[in-house]
T-cell receptor, first 113, second 113 residues
Framework: KQEVTQIPAALSVPEGENLVLNCSFTDSAIYNLQWFRQDPGKGLTSLLLIQSSQREQTSGRLNASLDKSSGRSTLYIAASQPGDSATYLCAVVDGDSNYQLIWGAGTKLIIKP | DTGVSQNPRHKITKRGQNVTFRCDPISEHNRLYWYRQTLGQGPEFLTYFQNEAQLEKSRLLSDRFSAERPKGSFSTLEIQRTEQGDSAMYLC???????????FGNGTRLTVT
């Protein structure tokens, strides 16, 4: 059974720092991995989707990598800003779960001005 | 705005009452999902539709929960005889295909008193 883990559960860094969020999954047979952002009391916003055949995706200051063999993905945020403060969740799609998303619990990120 | 729309945003109800939530997905998306999320957790899958067909329902979903998507467009989620444990954020999402990005609405926050 696929399990997704995000460590740490919370992270606080000063503005301007580059940072990395981690996501690990137990079964490497995934179709894709998606990173989301969630602001308090709101729904989720899709940030990046990496297909299983890809190794990374970039959007602005965000870069997501995927290493299927080791069951890991990272979300790199460059030059962090207070507006980046949110909870970041990763989720994988695998065939064994009938293409359902399997979610991590998220990392709550606080960027201090 | 052509994103996923959910109504109402908030619902407060007394235990034992029935509630119904509505989701309007992105128009060209044929897959529609319902999730439930509690504080500090990732979304928990409830059910999903492909067009008007309900293809999967979580075993966690009791008989008090029912969802419909009668014309393959909007969907409703009904909870009968609400319990305090039903208090959560109910999220709707849609996608174009089983491996394309998921787009979420802002959710309906249910409080059962």
């Amino acid at each position: 059974k696929q399990e997704v883990t995000q460590i740490p559960a919370a992270l606080s860094v000063p503005e301007g720092e580059n940072l990395v969020l981690n996501c690990s999954f137990t079964d490497s047979a995934i179709y894709n991995l998606q990173w989301f952002r969630q602001d308090p009391g709101k729904g989720l916003t899709s940030l990046l989707l990496i297909q299983s055949s890809q190794r990374e995706q970039t959007s602005g200051r965000l870069n997501a990598s995927l290493d299927k063999s080791s069951g890991r993905s990272t979300l790199y945020i460059a030059a962090s800003q207070p507006g980046d403060s949110a909870t970041y969740l990763c989720a994988v799609v695998d065939g064994d779960s009938n293409y359902q998303l399997i979610w991590g619990a998220g990392t709550k990120l606080i960027i201090k001005p | 705005d052509t994103g996923v729309s959910q109504n109402p945003r908030h619902k407060i109800t007394k235990r034992g009452q029935n509630v119904t939530f509505r989701c309007d997905p992105i128009s060209e998306h044929n897959r529609l999902y319902w999730y439930r999320q509690t504080l500090g957790q990732g979304p928990e899958f409830l059910t999903y539709f492909q067009n008007e067909a309900q293809l999967e329902k979580s075993r966690l979903l009791s008989d008090r929960f029912s969802a419909e998507r009668p014309k393959g467009s909007f969907s409703t989620l009904e909870i009968q005889r609400t319990e305090q444990g039903d208090s959560a954020m109910y999220l709707c999402a849609s996608s174009f295909s089983q491996t394309s990005p998921l787009h979420f609405g802002n959710g309906t926050r249910l409080t059962v008193t």
